[in-house]
C-alpha cells in the first residue's frame, strides 16, 4: 500500500518560532509537493521538488523555504511563524513518467499559530 | 488570471440527476488534467486523470478536455449523496519539473 506520511496531524506554535513539517513517501516519487489549503483557497502550492536538494517555487513561496536531502524525505520550514501561516498543510509526491501521474497525498497537517 | 479557475459553488444537484463541474486553465502547454475528490476532514484521491482531447469515462464519471479552449470537466451520472465532497481540478507541466497546480475547487452536495 502506497504511502506518505506526515510528520504530525495537529501543531500549535508560537509567533516567530521556526517550525519543520516533515513529509515523507515510500513509493521511490521523484516529484514531492506542499501545499497550503485555505478555505475557498483550494490549494495552493508552495515548493515543489523534482530531484534531490532541487526545489522550484510555488505560486505562494514567502515565508517559507524547502529542504530535499534524501528522495524519500521533503520539508517545509517556515523560518518565523506569523499567524497568517495558520493552515491546512498537505504534502504530495508522484512519479515523473514522461506525463504528470497521479498525486498520493498524505494525512495533513493542521498547523496552529498563536 | 488564475492558473487553473473553478467554479466555487456550492453546486446543489438532487439524487440521480448529472453533476456538471467545470474547470479552465490558462498555460497552453499543459499535458495532464485531473479530477480530485475530498471528503470534508480528508486528503484529496485521484477519481480521473485525462491527457488527451476528448472524453474518458470511467463509471458514472465522465472527464472531458479541450485543449484549444483550455477547459477541462467532469460529468458525474446518477449522482450519490456519497458525491457530496470537494472536488478539484489540477493540471500538470511536465515541462516544468512536474509541476501541478490545483484550481479552488468546487463543492458539491447530492440531496437525497
Known amino acids: 500500500d502506497v504511502k506518505v506520511t506526515q510528520s504530525s496531524r495537529y501543531l500549535v506554535k508560537r509567533t516567530g518560532e521556526k517550525v519543520f513539517l516533515e513529509c515523507v513517501q515510500d513509493?521511490?516519487?521523484?516529484?514531492m509537493f506542499w501545499y497550503r489549503q485555505d478555505p475557498g483557497l483550494g490549494l495552493r502550492l508552495i515548493y515543489f521538488?523534482?530531484?534531490?536538494?532541487?526545489?522550484e517555487k510555488g505560486d505562494i513561496p514567502e515565508g517559507y523555504s524547502v529542504s530535499r536531502e534524501k528522495k524519500e524525505r521533503f520539508s517545509l520550514i517556515l523560518e518565523s511563524a506569523s499567524t497568517n501561516q495558520t493552515s491546512m498543510y498537505l504534502c504530495?509526491?508522484?512519479?515523473?513518467?514522461?506525463?504528470?501521474?497521479?498525486?498520493?497525498f498524505g494525512q495533513g497537517t493542521r498547523l496552529t499559530v498563536v | 488570471q488564475k492558473e487553473v479557475e473553478q467554479n466555487s459553488g456550492p453546486l446543489s444537484v438532487p439524487e440521480g440527476a448529472i453533476a456538471s463541474l467545470n474547470c479552465t486553465y490558462s498555460?497552453?502547454?499543459?499535458?495532464?488534467f485531473f479530477w480530485y475528490r475530498q471528503y470534508s476532514g480528508k486528503s484529496p484521491e485521484l477519481i480521473m486523470s485525462i491527457y488527451s482531447n476528448g472524453d474518458k469515462e470511467d463509471g458514472r464519471f465522465t472527464a472531458q478536455l479541450n485543449k484549444a479552449s483550455q477547459y477541462v470537466s467532469l460529468l458525474i451520472r446518477d449522482s450519490q449523496p456519497s458525491d457530496s465532497a470537494t472536488y478539484l481540478c489540477?493540471?500538470?507541466?511536465?515541462?516544468?519539473?512536474?509541476?501541478?497546480?490545483f484550481g479552488q475547487g468546487t463543492e458539491l452536495s447530492v440531496k437525497p
Open positions: 489540477a493540471v500538470g507541466d511536465y515541462n516544468q519539473g512536474g509541476k501541478l497546480i
Open positions: 513509493m521511490d516519487h521523484e516529484n
Open positions: 504530495a509526491s508522484t512519479l515523473r513518467d514522461g506525463m504528470n501521474t497521479e498525486a498520493f
Open positions: 521538488s523534482y530531484d534531490v536538494k532541487m526545489k
Open positions: 498555460d497552453r502547454v499543459s499535458q495532464s
